[in-house]
Every structure is written in structure tokens, then in C-alpha cells.
């Protein structure tokens, strides 16, 4: 789905340097497994996936998580959840940027897929790191409008990042360590979900090693 479309248009753009998770590429327990990558996207910063399936494949989970380092656009987390025929696609952007950014160019998106029923979460703490341009869908029998929605997605940010202005990386990387230290402290659903399998010290460090790179 939205990880293959990523790599693709990267691909052509950037060189990719699959990094090494060690034991943290493949976590599993009783039902529920997880396989994690990570690359180093030269002249961006770092990419990270997750591929989570659980109760035998009728529940299946990607997460997306792009960190530009080298330049100054905020990261971008995408998540496309699959469970017995109901499809949800979160694209969130999260402040992480050192400037203020212009984000007008998400608005034609929000208007050619407004039909589509908005995805709301339960209030967590990171909301209020949300941009404007986060948009996040469901449907039952949706999929192939949902995926649309989210490669399209896909396209306009890394056109934004291609146009963003290069910046310093320790200074972006403690912009984005921000949002990743109280997402370790606080949690989120996926964090919560690995806390449980392997945790609070691994986790840790699949977070702000592999995820966001910020260390």
C-alpha cells in the first residue's frame, strides 16, 4: 500500500540506505507481529516503517513515519489500518519545523476528497501538534478511494520537501526530538501497543533510534 508508493517515488528522487534494526526488525507475541524498516534518505533524513498484523491477518496496520533532517519541512506520519473490510487512512503532519510553513497546497486535496467520512480519534495529547494540512479518512469498501487519497497525499509533501529550504539537522533533529520525547513518556496507540510486547526500554529506543532518528 502506502509504503511501496513511498519507496517508489523516493527511489526516484533520493538515494536509500536500508539501515541495519537487528532484533527490532521482526517483533512477535502470541498473535500479534510487527516488522519494522528503516532507511536514510541521503539529503532528506530518515524513513521508517511498520507493518503490524494481528488475529491471523483480519487486523493489518502500516505506519509511515518521514523525518526530514536536512531540510526544514515538518515530518510526516501516515497510518493505513485494515480491519474486516472497514479501511482508515491518517496523514498527519506534526509541527517539527524550524520556520513556519505555508500549507495551502493540502487544500485542493481536503475538497476532491471530502465525500470521503472524516476519521476523528480520541483526544490525545499530540493534537495539538497537528498542522492544518493533517487528513485523515475512513470507509467500508473504500479501499481503493482511500489509498488514492493517501498516494495523493503522498505526491503533494514530498513536493513540499523537495521545495523546502535546506537546514541544519541538529537543530531540526531537536525541533522533531520535541514531539518524540513526550510521545516516549506520554505514548500514542502504537507506542502503547509495543510497550506492552517489548517494554518501556526497548521501545524507547525504537522510537528515538529507528522512528524519528534523534538520536
Known sequence: MLKEYMLEKLEKEYRLEKRDLGDYAKISKLVVNFINEAWR???VGNLFAMDMSAMF???KMETLVLCPEEKDLSFLSCDGIHVSGNDTVIMEMDRSALHEEDLSVFEPLKEKYAYLEDYQAEPRWYDSYHLSSTICKKGKKQ???LEA???EYIDIYLQ???NAPVC???AKRQATADYAQRLIREGGVA???MTKMIGANRTEKLVAEYMFHIR
Do not use: N, Q
Open 149 to 151: 487519497f493517501g498516494r
Open 57 to 59: 491477518g483480519l487486523m
Open 168 to 170: 541544519d539537522p541538529e
Open 191 to 193: 507506542v502503547d501497543g
Open 41 to 43: 534518505v541521503e539529503g
Open 143 to 145: 479501499t481503493a478511494d
Open 160 to 162: 513540499a520537501l523537495k
